[in-house]
C-alpha cells in the first residue's frame, strides 16, 4: 500500500513538471507545429 502510493506521489509530480516544463517552453517560445511531438513523448517516455 505504501509503495503504491508512493509510485502515485512520484508519477504525479513527474506529470507536473512535464506540464510546467510545456508551459514554460510555450512562454519563451512561439507556438510551433514541432513541439506537440515532443510533448506526447515526453508524456509516453515516464
Do not use: G
Not at 16 to 43: F, G, M, V, W, Y
Amino acid at each position: 500500500m505504501v509503495q503504491h502510493s508512493t509510485v502515485r506521489y512520484f508519477c504525479s509530480a513527474r506529470i507536473n513538471q512535464a506540464l510546467i516544463t510545456s508551459a514554460e517552453i510555450s512562454k519563451s517560445r512561439p507556438a510551433r507545429h514541432d513541439k506537440t511531438p515532443r510533448h506526447a513523448r515526453t508524456h509516453i517516455t515516464f
